[in-house]
């Protein structure tokens, strides 16, 4: 009997803890949460167009070539933002989005052939270098082709 009673009392107990919050300040406490979320700042990002460019000099933005994966370090996190690592031929141009501001040194990752040989270019991102398609557009040098 003595189990029952308080068994009993424990019930009514946590019901009234649990019906004393109303839903309007559940809904009021969420709604703070969502608009302290929504009010921090974002961090600018940029759209990357990566191209070639031949040993001739000459801006390749079409094509498929031997590169592996486009790679982008920031120079001061070490962060490193790879476009995709297909291990063999890809087409130009390729895009990444989403590349915090920064400067970077860009490069290419040899593809599954192993006929070309890529140089690195070490550039800043920001919006100085956005260009009229919105992107910024960066051109990683062939330094040997088989």
Partial sequence: MKKSIFTVSACIGLLAVVTSFSSTEIVENSKNCSEIAD????????????GLLSKSGTKI??????????????????EVYDTYYSGGFQSV?????????????????????????????????????????GYITVYIPIIWEE
Avoid at 39 to 50: D, E, G, M, S, V
Avoid at 102 to 130: C, E, I, K, R
């Fill in 39 to 50: 009010t921090a700042p974002k961090a600018q990002t940029y759209k990357i167009r990566y």
């Fill in 61 to 78: 933005l079409s094509g498929n070539y031997d590169v592996g994966s486009f790679l982008a370090e920031n120079m001061v996190t070490g």
């Fill in 93 to 133: 141009p390729q895009y990444y989005e989403g590349l915090p501001a920064g400067t970077y040194t860009f490069s290419a990752m040899q593809g599954q052939g192993g006929w070309v040989g890529y140089g690195t270019v070490m550039a800043t991102v920001s919006d100085a270098q956005v260009d009229s398609d």
